[in-house]
């Protein structure tokens, strides 16, 4: 299974990534995870980025390249591998395509911005765990603290309000014209193009995982 998830930011890529890598066994090739842990090891990468992100911008194409390309090296993505937030740009899934990575299926993940301005809005998180927390979804046990430790909680600054819409924005004008490319090549008949696959991403996490592993089984 070697598949490209789609949707905006906050549209639940990363949940519903989680179930789909359990299910077939295979990686999760985030880019968000990858620099936030340049980041968090405060490399020069990884400053760079933040810079970049804590605006709501994108981090530009050839870091991203870059990082995807010695990811999928490593022999645990022998047997397939899941994208999750790559690729964003057409010049990204170009770069893809001229690399001769394999994809079998696109599955698009649609939710409404209202909806991930809410999801990405409440969240909080403990810096010293990475467990993150939602003010109305899964609130702590006690408010603004953490359930293990009682440590504070806090909100990133890329979940901010102002900056999810300018990610929004982004997304809009830069990422969502995958959504054809991807359809397009999907509907070409050509050898090699993937599946492309589109399911609603608001309601029961389950209800949506039992959707995304029906669209991936036909």
């Not at 901010?160 to 929004?168: C, D, G, I, P, T």
């Not at 990422?175 to 492309?196: C, I």
């Given at each position: 299974m070697r598949l490209i998830l789609l949707g905006a930011p906050g549209a639940g890529k990363g949940t519903q990534a989680n179930f789909i890598?359990?299910?077939?066994?295979?990686?999760?090739?985030?880019?968000?995870?990858?620099?936030?842990?340049?980041?968090?090891?405060?490399?020069?990468?990884?400053l760079a980025a933040k810079k970049v992100m804590d605006t709501g911008g994108l981090v530009s194409d050839d870091i991203i390249i870059g990082l995807v390309k010695d990811r999928l090296a490593q022999p645990d993505c022998a047997q397939g591998y899941l994208f999750d937030g790559f690729p964003r740009t057409v010049a990204q899934a170009d770069a893809m395509k001229d690399s001769g990575v394999a994809v079998d299926y696109v599955l698009e993940i649609a939710v409404p911005d209202e909806s991930i301005?809410?999801?990405i809005d409440g969240r909080r998180c403990?810096?010293?765990?990475?467990r993150v927390y939602h003010v109305k979804f899964n609130p702590p046990k006690v408010e603004g603290k953490d359930d293990v430790t009682g440590e504070d909680l806090v909100q990133r600054d890329d979940d901010?309000?102002?900056?999810?819409?300018?990610?929004?924005d982004v997304y809009h004008n830069q990422?969502?014209?995958?959504?054809?490319?991807?359809?397009?090549?999907?509907?070409?008949?050509?050898?090699?193009?993937?599946?492309?696959?589109r399911i609603e991403g608001v309601g029961p996490v389950d209800e949506i995982r039992d959707a995304a592993f029906a669209a991936l089984s036909k």
């Open positions: 890598k359990e299910k077939y066994n295979i990686p999760q090739i985030s880019t968000g995870d990858m620099l936030r842990a340049a980041i968090k090891a405060g490399t020069e990468l990884g301005i809410e999801r403990h810096p010293g765990s990475g901010k309000a102002e900056v999810v819409k300018k990610r929004l990422t969502e014209v995958l959504l054809g490319y991807y359809n397009d090549w999907a509907q070409s008949g050509q050898a090699g193009a993937p599946k492309y696959r």
